[in-house]
Every structure is written in C-alpha cells, then in structure tokens.
C-alpha cells in the first residue's frame, strides 16, 4: 500500500534495524523503545486491523515470530509482554497491523501504556 510507513519497511524501501525475517513476516526494533528488548513483528502485506481478513497463515507466522523474536533478543527466558493495539480506542498510530514485543524489564500488570 503506498505512502504505509510499514508496508515499505516490510518490502525494504524504508530501513529498520531488522531482528527477524521471513517469507511472510519481518521484525525490527521499535524507533522509541518503550523498554530496554521493544520489538515490532509485522505481516509484509498490508492489513491496518486483526480483523481486516487476515489469512490465517499470516496470524500464525506473525505469532510464531513472536518466540523466535523473544530468543533473538535474549528475552525468552526472563519474559516478555506481546501486545496488539488494533484500531482508535487501543491508540493504534499507524495503520498496519503489527505486534509488539517488549522485555528487558519489570512490567506493572496494567493494560493502560506502553510506559506504565
Ligand atoms: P502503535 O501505537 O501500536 O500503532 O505503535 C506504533 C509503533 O511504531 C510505536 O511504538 C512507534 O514508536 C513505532 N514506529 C513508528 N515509526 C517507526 C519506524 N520508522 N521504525 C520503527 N518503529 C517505528
Ligand atoms: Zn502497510
């Protein structure tokens, strides 16, 4: 999809600091992370929301990059918080559908921010 920050980071056009790619998925870290591991996984299609039609294969390949992410990061083993913001009320910034992956540190069990 044109002028989708994420779309041209999936096909290479915009650069990011990658961690993990496949046929179907990339990861690459967050710009402003909100913890010391702050990991994005996105699908290379674009799909702005979880309920947009995802195929099936595209939910299980950006889930399963989730462990191999964690591993990469060295987060695997002490934990790691997964989040999908999908859509106005959960603050989604931008438009393409993508996971987060976020470690490093102690999190507070709130639901509210990246930052609590
Ligand atoms: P969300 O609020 O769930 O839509 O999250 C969007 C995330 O994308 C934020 O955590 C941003 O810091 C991150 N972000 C925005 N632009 C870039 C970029 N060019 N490279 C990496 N991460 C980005
Ligand atoms: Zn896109």
Known sequence: MEDCL?????SGDVSAKKVYEDEIVVAFDDIAPQSPVHTLII?????KHLGDGVPAETLQSLFSAVPEVARIKG????GYRVIV???ADANQTVGHLHVHVMGGRAMSHGM????E
């Open 43 to 47: 699908p290379k299609e674009h799909y």
């Open 6 to 10: 994420f779309c041209g980071i999936g």
């Open 85 to 87: 913001n999908n859509g």
């Open 112 to 115: 509210v921010s990246f930052s």
């Open 75 to 78: 987060v695997a083993e002490t």
